[in-house]
């Protein structure tokens, strides 16, 4: 079987790690061409911004070439085609896959009939490990440690797949959790229960004013419309939080607001400018991140990034 990353659980703390360390010297040298002669297909059944662009831009500065599509409407899925099928053509064209899908565990059926490696850019409001990576890289580089670190999700953590594989990742460390949510979006107990056998301490509430002062990383999330059965059911949420330069006159000195983004309404511009905020930083560390799981999955060594060998297998 090929090397896939389904989920931020198919990644041991030490791959993570090492993954962490190669992306180091990718953000030293961005532009290698390890890839050279490698066709990488990007296959975004869900809108993106950050996730395609930043895969596309390290497919392009390692030396390979990208197909795909941004949208599946202009293709054979809209003709009924399946997703299986789907990725069985596709792989007979390329050495790996990236795909965003809306459907929970979209990846997993992939990976299952897929020759080559699928890499999950997110499936619906399960997993977004490639996000996770460049998040403990973010926080890594702002903390200048993961350990023993308070880390106050707020939000939408019902549907916010990022939260599902930070939370999941970063219990490797020692982490004390805040999950800052209202009854309706608060983190599913399979999370929960995942954090309880790890002994993993956390607390639950419904105020962002509560632990804004005592976390190091506040992990803001948008509420997600497209998630919700009814826009009414969107309509009593979508507002719940927001963030304003205002309240972080008491917050930690090292505080990092960070935010996969897309943002709504929940940071207020105002916040932009000051020190605390990362967010930008956090969606560029993603192209050093996704330069460093292409590396990991085709087995290119640190040794070889650090000393930006060509290799064409
Ligand atoms: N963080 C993230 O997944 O952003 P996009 O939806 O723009 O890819």
């Known amino acids: 079987m090929p090397k896939s990353l389904i989920s931020i659980g198919d990644f041991s703390k030490d791959e993570i790690l090492h993954i962490l360390d190669v992306a180091k010297e990718f953000e030293k040298n961005r532009e290698?061409?390890?890839?050279?002669g490698k066709v990488i297909a990007c296959l975004f059944f869900e809108p993106s911004t950050r996730t395609r662009l930043s895969f596309e831009a390290a497919v392009n500065r390692l030396g390979a070439r990208v197909i795909g599509f941004p949208d599946s409407r202009n293709t054979s899925v809209s003709k009924g085609e399946t997703l299986e099928d789907t990725i069985r053509i596709v792989s007979n064209y390329v050495d790996m896959i990236v795909m965003r899908h809306p459907m929970e565990g979209a990846a997993e059926i992939a990976a299952k009939v897929s020759p080559v490696p699928v890499v999950n850019a997110g499936d619906g409001s399960n997993q977004h490990p490639t996000q996770t990576l460049l998040d403990m890289y973010s926080i890594m580089q702002t903390q200048g440690r993961l350990d023993g670190l308070t880390i106050n999700m707020v939000g939408d953590l019902k549907y916010g797949r990022t939260v599902h594989s930070l939370s999941e990742a970063m219990s490797d460390f020692s982490p004390k959790y805040v999950f800052t949510a209202p009854d309706d979006l608060k983190m599913p107990s399979k999370y929960l229960k995942y954090l309880d056998s790890k002994h993993i301490p956390y607390e639950e509430t419904a105020s962002l004013e509560e632990?804004?002062?005592d976390c190091d990383i506040l992990y803001m999330t948008r509420v997600q419309q497209e998630r919700f059965p009814s826009k009414e059911d969107y309509d009593k949420v979508k507002d719940v939080y927001e963030l304003h330069a205002s309240m972080l006159s008491g917050v930690k000195p090292n505080m990092?607001?960070?935010?996969?983004?897309?943002?709504?309404?929940?940071?207020?511009?105002?916040?932009?400018?000051n020190p605390h905020a990362y967010y930008i930083q956090q969606a560029g560390n993603g192209l050093y991140a996704r330069e460093a799981i292409f590396s990991h999955v085709l087995d290119i060594s640190i040794d070889d990034v650090i000393n930006d060998n060509t290799i064409i297998k």
């Open 256 to 273: 990092k607001i960070l935010h996969p983004l897309p943002r709504v309404n929940e940071i207020a511009y105002d916040v932009d400018a």
């Open 211 to 213: 632990h804004l002062n």
């Open 32 to 36: 290698q061409n390890f890839l050279a």
